[in-house]
């Protein structure tokens, strides 16, 4: 991944993308803000937003997709949330403009409890963020509690579990103890929830995976 450190170093910054922490994870954020930029465009391209939405991003990282959503939603607000401090340190700075303004606000909290009331929100993203949410249909549960009726759930994964897996997916489950979904699990997993109109979306000759689905 990085090719001045070594493969122990490697190991020790690639772990950093399940909670950045310190010095290898501020690392982590920087090559995370750029990688993931061309899987989250060919993601969003997918929705349809509308500029008074009021949207979650959850575990957003650099903060890079709120700074997007909030220029997407001028009439709107972004809440960006992430479990790791450092990341919301840096969401927050990325943000700085758009925070003073009122437009954005950046919250230290886990998935699995939501710091916000009931039909909060018309959009909640997750973007390569539910491989590592500790028990996913509890955690959606959560999402769906503060959508409001016919919201949105947005998520955007780089990997989806398929029968035969590349050898580098493979190691990253492994490093990272990514949980992964196939298609069957995210449909079944939405539904009992409380999800309808369930899609999901390959990018052709890749694992890129779009899954939307609403609020009933
Ligand atoms: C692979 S990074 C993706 C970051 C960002 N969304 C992006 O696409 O660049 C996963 C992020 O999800 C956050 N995260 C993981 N589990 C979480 C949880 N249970 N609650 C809140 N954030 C979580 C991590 O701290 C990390 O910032």
Known sequence: MNKKLGKDMDEKLIINARR??????????????????????????????????ITLDIGCGGGVNVKKFSEMTPNGKVY????????????????????????????????????FKDETFDIVTA??????????????????RVLKPNGLIFICNGDIKKDQWGENAEKLVELLDRKMYSKEEFNSSLSEVGFSNISIFNKEGTNCTCVIASKI
Request: hydrophobic share 35%; glycine share 4%.
């Open 20 to 53: 950045p922490e310190g010095e290898l994870g501020s690392q982590m954020i920087e090559i995370m803000n750029e990688s993931h930029v061309k899987l989250s465009s060919w993601c969003i391209n997918h929705l349809n937003i509308n500029d008074n939405d």
């Open 127 to 144: 973007f390569q963020s539910t491989y590592f949410w500790s028990n996913f249909n509890e955690d959606l549960k959560e999402v769906n």
């Open 80 to 115: 960006g949330l992430d479990y790791s401090k450092l990341c919301t340190e840096k969401s927050s700075q990325l943000n700085e403009l758009a925070i003073n303004n009122g437009k954005v606000e950046i919250i230290h909290a886990s998935v699995s409890q939501l710091p």
